[in-house]
């Protein structure tokens, strides 16, 4: 479900912080964080984040194709492992 327009975009705070901070400094150090619910914002252009998913963090630069979405949308939570052609697959097909 979409959040309310009224509201706006949720951005975490330190997030947001952290990014300002880089720009000032004119630094592009990746940004550790949790907050995979953050909405991408056009200052978060050219930055990367490196969000965690559970296990691992993983590292995403920013583009501007990005903006208006989650950072958790780019960092997959599930190893999707192959379909398998087993012997079971066979039996049940009459192989």
Known sequence: MARSLKKGPYINEKVFRKVEKLNEAGSHSPIKTWARA???IPEFV???FEVHNGKIFVRIFVTEDMVGHRL???APTRAF???TTGTKA???RGL
Do not use: D, K, S, V
Request: net charge positive.
């Open 81 to 83: 492992r192959q379909h």
């Open 72 to 74: 958790g949308e780019f």
């Open 38 to 40: 953050c909405t991408i």
């Open 90 to 92: 066979q039996r049940a």
């Open 46 to 48: 050219g930055h990367t």
